[in-house]
């Protein structure tokens, strides 16, 4: 499978990675998160080249993560902004962060603390199951075939049946 062909591929992680599957990629959206919303914070804060944060801008913007939103009209200046799919991405982003506190933090400690502030205590995201409520980790799911890739599930039985 080839970089480029990633979102064309029967398997939604895949087609995600198409869109967000890079270091600058995800360190835009980490700082979107975090409230920033224009080219010249982003390129300040990340130290990234002008040329690769336009062309990673872009992409969450072609895709519909970000819209481009004006704050100034003479001269024309406009700041990037989450969309309801970008805000979408948020529980990704807290699970990748969570990871790093638990694996990649110093004897510090993790570098911020996540508040939630319906109660005011600080938090780590927590995955449950949609129907039950129930915390759910990677031995608690069953992986089934879904109508997004019964063409390729076809073609993988076909090719064993044939095999045997």
Do not use: N
């Not at 992680?13 to 080219?39: E, I, M």
């Not at 130290?47 to 481009?68: C, F, I, N, P, Q």
């Not at 129930?134 to 090719?159: C, H, Q, S, Y």
């Amino acid at each position: 499978m080839r970089w480029e062909e990633l979102d064309q591929q029967p398997c939604s992680l895949s087609r995600t990675l198409a869109v967000v599957g890079d270091r600058w990629t995800l360190l835009v959206l980490r700082d979107c998160f975090l409230g920033v919303r224009r080219f010249d914070e982003f390129e300040k804060r990340l130290g990234v080249t002008r040329h690769v944060l336009a062309d990673r801008l872009k992409k969450l913007v072609e895709y519909g993560v970000l819209a481009k939103v004006p704050y100034q009209q003479r001269p024309l200046r406009e700041e990037y902004r989450l969309t309801e799919r970008g805000l979408e991405l948020h529980p990704a982003i807290m699970a990748l962060v969570s990871w790093g506190d638990r694996h990649m933090a110093d004897e510090r400690g993790a570098p911020i603390r996540h508040v939630h502030r319906g109660c005011g205590q600080p938090m780590r995201p927590v995955t449950v199951c949609s129907e039950c409520g129930e915390p759910v980790g990677a031995r608690d799911i069953r992986v089934e075939v879904g109508p997004g890739w019964l063409d390729l599930a076809e073609d993988i039985l076909l090719d064993k049946a044939g095999q045997q």
